[in-house]
């Protein structure tokens, strides 16, 4: 993966750059993004009559006092989003072998999408399915979030075929998942399990890592290896190449298909795209034009 100073542009790049909820959160904890509880904040919407089993704590005294009519202030409240990122790990990742194109792009992904979660005031967390061990970083708000998910980072390495599925265990109605990965693994167990999560009010990302060679084979590839499992092998030459690309885009179109309509937002991440520019697109929900349906 990159080195750790290899962020500190990155992280430059993004300044400024929000990550919005896509719908209101049903949370009381004070953040940046829109609430379904309206409460006492500063940001003023409107007067109603009070009604019987409302919290006389949020009458407006001062108009009660002038007009002997009970009212009261209401305020759109903002929620913090806790965000997760699940980050794959597993060998068919460490794509190019000669310069781990795919993973560096998960890293940096991964990294810079934290960084915006935390300027919003978001606690983020780590998953990394890894062959050495899960690793797991609960979410946090604190000042060293960032670094402690660089270190985390830094510490794995893509190999074996760890399932990400098992990182989606444990998250909570209103929270936010990004899952960065070639979904080349456990995939149907992954959409499965993300499916569930959407239905119970989490929002999920499904950020597609794809390199250019595995689109479009080079001249020079004659023999193709499963990375995750080196007994699978297959001889490559001009009419097999062919397939090999028309099949690739039909998956990809129907892997990314399959997850906006379970009610993720799917975003393509190519390895060799500048990665804050990948980030903007995820954060505001936009799509490259070659995917725009």
């Known amino acids: 993966m990159p080195a750790a100073g290899d962020f500190g542009g990155l992280l430059d790049a993004l ?13 009381g904890v004070a953040g940046s993004h829109p609430s379904r509880l309206r409460g006492m904040t500063a940001e003023f919407t409107e007067y109603r009559p009070y009604r019987q089993g409302d919290d006389p704590r949020r009458l407006d005294w001062k108009l009660l006092a002038r007009t002997d009519r009970a009212y009261l202030r209401v305020t759109d409240d903002h929620a913090t989003r806790t965000t997760l990122l699940l980050v794959d790990a597993s060998a068919s990742m460490a794509f190019p072998s000669d310069s781990l194109a795919k993973w560096g792009q998960a890293c940096r ?10 300027r919003d005031g978001d606690p983020v967390g780590l998953f990394i399915a890894r062959e050495q061990g899960d690793a797991r970083l609960p979410p ?29 265990h444990g998250i909570r109605a209103g929270w936010r998942v990004a899952i960065v990965s070639d979904f080349l693994g456990d995939e149907p ?17 499904a950020i597609h890592i794809v390199a250019a060679e595995e689109e479009t084979p080079s001249a020079g590839v004659r023999l193709a290896t499963d990375p995750e499992d080196n ?63």
Do not use: C, K, M
Not at 111 to 118: E, F, K, N, S, T
Not at 140 to 168: K, N, Q, V, W, Y
């Open 15 to 27: 300044v400024g750059v929000s990550w919005p909820a896509r719908r209101p959160i049903g949370s």
């Open 109 to 118: 992904v991964a990294v810079g999408l934290a960084a915006v979660a935390r």
């Open 140 to 168: 946090s708000s604190r000042r060293l979030a960032i670094a402690d998910i660089i270190r985390t980072l830094g510490e794995s390495a893509p190999r074996g075929s760890s399932p990400l599925a098992s990182g989606l």
């Open 189 to 205: 167990a992954l959409l499965r399990a993300a499916r569930e999560l959407i239905v119970n009010g989490v929002e999920v990302f």
């Open 231 to 293: 007994r699978v092998r297959r001889v490559l030459h001009e009419d097999v190449v062919s397939e090999y690309v028309l099949a690739f885009s039909t998956w990809r179109a129907s892997l990314a298909d399959a997850w906006r309509r379970a009610g993720a937002e799917y975003s393509l991440a190519p390895a060799e795209e500048d990665a804050a520019a990948v980030i903007r697109r995820i954060a505001r929900g936009l799509q490259l034009p070659s995917l725009t349906r």
